[in-house]
């Protein structure tokens, strides 16, 4: 069974910095399409940012782009999410999740999830 587990988030000043990280078990990273996605009060969920398995492009939004790095560690199994110059619209819980297949900026389209780390993001 695969399984998901983030860590990283919690409260920051507007400006500043976090990595998110989820630990990936039950299958290797490098056979799985991950993204990040998150969900703010109110809003529905939403990507944030992606990888391929088959190429290792990286998928941004737009409300994010340049500012959150996608990354993978294949050798410890691990997705990480750099974010830097935060913004309190970035205040969200974000999940990590994964699919066996190509990827999809769609969150119904994702098997396995993480059960979520929040960002909260003081102006």
């Known amino acids: 069974q695969v399984q998901l587990v983030e860590s990283g988030g919690g409260l920051v000043q507007a400006g500043g910095s976090l990595r998110l990280s989820c630990g990936v078990s039950g299958r290797t990273l490098s056979s799985l399409t991950t993204a990040w996605f998150r969900q703010a009060p109110g809003k529905d969920r939403e990507v944030v940012a992606g990888?391929?398995?088959?190429?290792?492009?990286?998928y941004y939004a737009d409300s994010v782009k340049g500012r959150f790095t996608i990354s993978r560690d294949n050798a410890k199994n691990t997705v990480s999410l750099q974010m830097i110059n935060l913004k309190p619209e970035d205040t969200a819980v974000y999940y990590c999740?994964?699919?066996?297949?190509?990827?999809?900026?769609?969150?119904?389209?994702?098997?396995?999830w993480g059960q979520g780390t929040l960002v909260t993001v003081s102006s």
């Open positions: 990888s391929t398995w088959s190429t290792g492009n990286t």
């Open positions: 999740a994964a699919r066996g297949g190509f990827y999809s900026g769609d969150w119904s389209e994702y098997k396995y």
